[in-house]
Nanobody, 128 residues
Framework: QLQLVESGGGEVQPGGSLRLSCAAS????????IGWFRQAPGEEREGVSC?????????IYADSVKGRFTISRDNAKNTVYLQMNSLKSEDKSIYFC????????????????????WGQGTKVTVSS
């Protein structure tokens, strides 16, 4: 059974850092597209970052997080990470990881499609 479990959320002050983890089970991450999106209650879903699998893999980021967030994979642990630095109050949200078979561009941007599978989310709060 495919499962994604996010962890690492918490509360930090503006300028702080967090590293989110997404542990996958029931399938092998390598070869699939996996990404992070965030959605606060009552707000639109926003694709944050995405990474495609395989030898020609690449990563893309939303403009709002570019230069501050980094997505990475550990295929040995079947886990993907999101390192978030220089956090801002507007980064406060619930962060989800999702997996799919399409390229990152399918899931990111204003017209991105939902990932076929996603986890339960982890909450990030940025406040002073």
């Amino acid at each position: 059974q495919l499962q994604l479990v996010e962890s690492g959320g918490g509360e930090v002050q503006p300028g702080g850092s967090l590293r989110l983890s997404c542990a996958a089970s029931g399938f092998t991450l390598d070869g699939y597209t996996i990404g992070w999106f965030r959605q606060a209650p009552g707000e639109e879903r926003e694709g944050v970052s995405c990474s495609t699998g395989g030898s020609g893999g690449y990563s893309i980021y939303a403009d709002s997080v570019k230069g501050r967030f980094t997505i990475s994979r550990d295929n040995a642990k079947n886990t993907v990470y999101l390192q978030m630095n220089s956090l801002k109050s507007e980064d406060k949200s619930i962060y989800f990881c999702g997996v799919g078979a399409s390229p990152c561009e399918s899931y990111m941007g204003s017209y991105g499609s939902p990932y076929p599978y996603w986890g339960q989310g982890t909450k990030v709060t940025v406040s002073s």
